[in-house]
């Protein structure tokens, strides 16, 4: 067999291997962020804050998240955080969407822009009660995202089986129960 179908073969099968291992780790991740609310919440604001300090972006918020972090200050930076975000992308998206009437799926748009608008404000109005809602929808969203990928990672190997079988291209390097060994020739 020559390099180039070798290597495509074991790129394909790389392809395969990685949806799955990462759709498993997202269900893995998920499941823990749904037994687990609130320790995710504190651990995710710990990752921002060391974020926000490694990136440069706002080094003594940073700071601040870790000197007072058993009064909460992490978990309420990450909150402030998410709404600037929220509230950004409502104003942006819903200005475009006004401004432009031929803005593709305007009315919807302008809907979700306002959704948005309104979340940032109610995480900023209630940032602990938020945070952990929001946790709580990452970690099904999580779920749901794994679930899929681990099933496309499957369709993936199948189809790249059907077309090795299709064609002269060996595919991946990956045994089948009714693979038989080629008698010597």
Known sequence: MSEIPRHASNLVR????????????AVVVGVVILAWPEPSVVAAAVFFG???VVSGLAVVLGILAFRHF??????????IWIATGF????????????????????????????MSIIAGFVVLAYPFDSIVTLALVV?????????????????MRSDVRKLGKMTDW???????TTDKPVAAQ
């Open 50 to 52: 060391v974020y926000l």
């Open 170 to 176: 060996p595919g991946p390097a990956v045994p089948t």
């Open 70 to 79: 058993g009064e909460g200050y992490a978990v309420v930076l990450l909150a």
């Open 87 to 114: 509230i950004f992308r409502g104003v942006s998206v819903t200005a475009s969407a006004i401004g432009d009437p031929r803005f593709p799926g305007r009315g919807w748009a302008i809907f979700f822009g306002l």
């Open 139 to 155: 970690g099904i969203w999580l779920i749901i995202l794994g679930i899929t990928e681990i099933v496309s990672g499957f369709g």
């Open 14 to 25: 790389n392809i395969w291997i990685s949806a799955i291992l990462s759709g498993l780790l």
